[in-house]
């Protein structure tokens, strides 16, 4: 089969990608402090051949840093470090979207700096632990809920974690819709239970994730924003609900609307959740008129059978590019991929695990 569209330049919005082959966003926790430094800027450039690099999870806001060591965007010294980072790429031909997570109620106080707190729609908590560099791993406490003031606080540090990043180099930012952080917790009747404007219906439950969509597209430029979409993904306590179809047939009507340059949908059965039916995928692919991106365990064969059915536009691959910071060239010139992956090196602190993977030659002359 001709491998040839992958590698295609195409058009997203007003940023011409070299490819069409996207490194998915991952968490990698390396932000001593919060802040983005030298050796993630080593990471993401070595990576830079992509056709579009979507950062890892970025806080929008000192409530969001969820995680030990999750890099945010909020404050001057986080838009200096994300310089060097936009930097690293571009002076590799590279595209570097941030990706923006708020991680609501997915968190521990233990990882928030002072003044911070837990939020969510609900004060539901999340069931499972969350690593803290501190005590080890502790139970997801019950998160405060949002109050009508501090949601409109919440969508504000959205808008302004999307101009700095603007500020910071990134060619555009990805709202992360998915994997049961803030704005999934929004979309599933289980973690929000709100009697207000956002709760209970389903036009209630996308309420803020729209809003925060149009306000972010608003202040940066629609070509600039896309959004990650995870329907039936079961992460971060994330069950089935009825209206899941529903849910989404709605947002993928209403995000064409606002304009967004692309949505990325993901599939996480590859990881154990249950698959995103083909339906669903087709209902978005219909009423979303723009970019598609699809991710998920895909191989470069069922990437090109994906792209010539114009089922998808773009691709991301994931655990790959940990790998294979030359994934592109490798697959490009069919050559064996390594996928000896040192999962204990994933949300370490240091270099080993993120920037010491060898490209093709190196790895030859070290066999």
């Known amino acids: ?175 992360h819709g998915a994997n049961g952080y803030l704005l999934e917790q929004f979309l599933s009747p289980f973690s929000n239970t709100r009697t207000d404007n956002y709760g209970g219906s389903i036009e209630n439950r996308a309420r803020f994730v729209l809003e925060v969509a149009a306000a972010v597209a608003l202040a940066i430029g629609r070509e600039k924003v896309g959004i990650r979409l995870s329907p039936y993904g079961a992460h971060n306590a994330m069950p089935y609900y009825a209206e899941v179809d529903a849910t989404y047939t709605y947002l993928a009507e209403k995000l064409n609307d606002i304009g967004l340059v692309y949505i990325h949908l993901v599939d996480h059965s590859a990881m154990g959740a249950p698959e995103v039916p083909l339906s669903i995928k087709k209902v978005i692919r219909e009423k979303f008129k723009n970019t598609l991106i699809l991710s998920g365990g895909y191989t470069l064969a069922r990437a090109e059978e994906d792209l010539a059915s114009r089922s998808a536009d773009l691709v991301a691959f994931g655990r790959p590019f940990i790998s294979n910071p030359d994934l592109v060239e490798r697959l490009r010139k069919g050559l064996p991929l390594n996928i000896k992956l040192d999962v204990s090196t994933f949300y370490s602190a240091d270099a080993k695990g993120l920037i010491d993977y060898p490209v093709f030659e190196e790895e030859s002359v070290n066999a």
């Not at 570097?96 to 729609?121: D, E, K, S, T």
């Open 1 to 175: 089969m001709s491998t040839k569209i992958a590698f295609n330049a195409y058009e997203l919005g007003e940023t011409t990608l070299s490819n069409r082959i996207v490194m998915a966003p991952m968490t990698r926790l390396r932000a001593i402090n919060n802040i983005p430094n030298a050796l993630i800027a080593s990471y993401y450039g070595q990576r830079a051949a992509a056709g579009l690099i979507i950062s890892e999870g970025v806080s929008p806001s000192p409530n969001g840093l969820g995680y030990a060591r999750m890099p945010g965007l909020f404050s001057e010294e986080q838009v200096k470090g994300w310089k060097l980072v936009t930097t690293a790429v571009h002076e590799k031909g590279g595209k570097i979207f941030a990706q923006l997570m708020h991680a609501g109620r997915i968190g521990h106080p233990l990882n928030l700096p002072q003044g911070a707190r837990l939020v969510a729609p609900s004060a539901i908590a999340a069931a499972g632990e969350m690593w803290t560099d501190q005590e080890g791993k502790k139970e997801h406490p019950v998160p405060q809920e949002l109050t009508p003031a501090q949601l409109e606080e919440t969508k504000n540090e959205f808008v302004q974690a999307a101009k700095n990043a603007i500020e910071a180099g990134f060619d555009g930012v990805e709202l």
